[in-house]
């Protein structure tokens, strides 16, 4: 049986350690050409080495694959424009693109600075709209060419991002804004061949194992299930990645454990039209009644 992803170029980002480096090393045994980027920074952006990217990249060697690695802030433009470059330049072709890297400020609202704020913000939200742009403008120009796309994208959003999480008012921000750019890049790009997806895990990784350390802890028992693993994600992103996801755009998953979620964003309740302007006091009048009719949200990760 063929690999999934055999003669695919593939794009990880944040491709160091955790989800990215999980992500990589199962692209790779699908037969995929890998692209691992990742600063090697601490876990509040602090730093940086090029050795978390060269030890993947050295594994996915050991194993018989090809990779390379990449150094570059993929939150500047110099930095997304290389990345690109560098899958072209190395392996002559870019089909999917992983958006991952990421880091944690974590403070509660009135705690939060500004600095905190547009760290964030900038690593999630800009560090996927910037690869995201310059992959884009490269398949545009592929069809424009007269050439056959079948490009993926695979975001990465959080639990955080659709729930909100106490203490992550930054985070959860970044997080909820990566899944409207999805919503918004699979509407656009479709048109060039590109399908865009996002998905929201949960795993064991450095971002997690402090915050959530009793549920990500791993099983104490010799052959156990390790639910928290972060390999456990990867598979549905090799698929998604793959040009055997066909026709599934603009949609969000859930992956956790052995659990897969289609997960389903907002959507019309109950509702009420008056058919001329309310007063406030009606407004609330019938919001209190819309709500006595709709479902619960969810509880925010955190709160008591």
Partial sequence: MSRLCEGRVVIVTGAGRGLGRAHALAFAEQGARVV??????????????????QAVVEEIRAAGGEAIAHGGDIATTEGAASLVA?????????????????????????????????????????????????????WRAEVKAGREVAARVVNTSSGAGLLGSVGQG??????????????????????????????APAARTRMTEGTFAQAMAAPGGAGAFDAMAPENVSPLVVWLGSAACEGVTGRVFEAEAGRITVMEGWRPGPTRDKGARWSAREAGEAALELLARAERPGAVYGSR
């Avoid at 090697?40 to 952006?45: F, I, N, P, Y």
């Avoid at 699979?186 to 590109?194: D, F, P, Q, T």
């Fill in 86 to 138: 560098s899958a072209l330049d190395a392996f002559g072709a870019l089909h999917t693109l992983v958006n991952n890297a990421g880091f944690l400020r974590d403070r509660t609202l009135v705690n939060l600075d500004e600095d905190d704020w547009d760290a964030v913000m900038r690593v999630h939200l800009k560090g996927h709209f910037l690869p995201l742009k310059h992959a884009a403008a490269h």
């Fill in 36 to 53: 691992v980027n990742d600063l090697g920074v601490a876990l509040d952006g602090a730093g940086g080495s090029r050795g978390p990217a």
């Fill in 170 to 199: 930054n985070y959860s921000a970044a997080k909820a804004g990566i899944v409207g750019l999805t919503l918004v890049a699979a509407a656009e790009l479709g048109r060039y061949g590109v399908q865009v997806n996002a998905i």
